[in-house]
């Protein structure tokens, strides 16, 4: 399985490590702001049920469709 790029990898020498776990622990965790977190949340929790109310009954067949049919792709490419 192929890795993604963004995942930091554990590095072999312990002390590089330990030096990376300070560092989060004592940087300023104030680099994000908590009302956009907090609305960013909140439209992530109704965008799936706002998105499914303007699709159609054929649309919502149509996606579900494919998705049984990539979930099956799956099972058979795994044999």
Do not use: F, Y
């Amino acid at each position: 399985m192929q890795e993604r790029s963004s995942k930091e990898r554990t590095p072999e020498d312990i002390n590089i490590l330990a030096a990376r776990i300070v560092e989060g622990v004592t940087t300023n965790p104030g680099d994000k702001n908590l009302a956009a977190v907090v609305l960013g949340r909140l439209g992530g929790k109704k965008g799936g049920k706002a998105r499914a109310k303007k699709l159609t009954p054929q649309q919502r067949s149509d996606i579900a469709r494919r998705a049984a049919q990539a979930r099956w792709q799956k099972v058979a490419n795994s044999q």
